[in-house]
């Protein structure tokens, strides 16, 4: 069974702050890693991926992948109320087109 | 613009009625997928299509069918509809390529009364 586990939150973090979403899997075999927002009643919209070990810069937004661990983070830099939505995890195995996606952390920024 | 499309965008039917939610794709992607999402369960994939004549199995595929006739649309079917079919569906696209983005079409929110 492949899992991808998120808190659910919702989390808090005041306008201008960083927020930290983080994301854990239980397969090794795990190769890609996606972070989706979805705001309330809208479709999921692609942030940004990662596949290799380290951080990916984009914008505000950060992704950090650590294999070994088995977790994947998304932080956001300066906060904005706009930024308030839940972010959805997923995970890609080798050799699947296939994604495994967590159930969401809810983030709310505060003004 | 190349785009994903989904309709009905809202549905109420009836406990036992054949539905069917259809998808439309502009993007020429091979794989297509459809994902039902319901509070505390995030997405959860139903059926999937790498191209033309394929088709498979997700999670929770049972009382669900599609077929796939050309590279643009992707029908999902309720053979026989269900209280617990209630949700909000998802169709998503990719290209065939081991890093692919999956995007997703704007839903069809149904309502089995």
């Known amino acids: 069974q492949k899992e991808v586990e998120q808190n659910s939150g919702p989390l808090s973090v005041p306008e201008g702050a960083i927020a930290s979403l983080n994301c854990t899997y239980s397969d090794r075999g795990s190769q890609s890693f996606f972070w989706y927002r979805q705001y309330s009643g809208k479709s999921p919209e692609l942030i940004m991926f990662?596949?290799?070990?380290g951080d990916k810069e984009d914008g505000r937004f950060t992704a950090q992948l650590n294999k070994a661990s088995q977790y994947v983070s998304l932080l956001i830099r300066d906060s904005q109320p706009s930024d308030s939505a839940t972010y959805l995890c997923?995970?890609?195995?080798?050799?699947?087109?296939?994604?495994?996606f967590g159930s969401g952390t809810k983030l709310n920024v505060k003004p | 613009d190349a785009e994903i499309t989904q309709s009905p965008r809202h549905k109420i039917t009836e406990t036992g009625r054949q539905v069917t939610l259809a998808c439309h794709q502009t993007w020429n992607h091979n794989n297509m997928f459809w994902y039902r999402q319901d509070l505390g369960h995030g997405l959860r994939l139903i059926h999937y299509?790498?191209?033309?004549?394929?088709?498979n199995k997700g999670e929770v595929s049972d009382g669900y069918s599609v077929s796939r006739s050309n590279t643009e649309d992707l029908p999902l079917t309720l053979e026989s509809a269900a209280s617990s079919q209630t949700s909000v569906y998802f169709c998503?696209?990719?290209?065939?390529?081991?890093?692919?983005?999956?995007?997703f079409g704007p839903g069809t929110r149904l309502t089995v009364l």
């Open positions: 299509s790498y191209g033309v004549q394929d088709t």
């Open positions: 998503a696209s990719s290209i065939r390529k081991s890093t692919d983005t999956q995007y």
């Open positions: 990662i596949y290799s070990n």
């Open positions: 997923a995970v890609k195995y080798d050799n699947f087109n296939k994604f495994y």
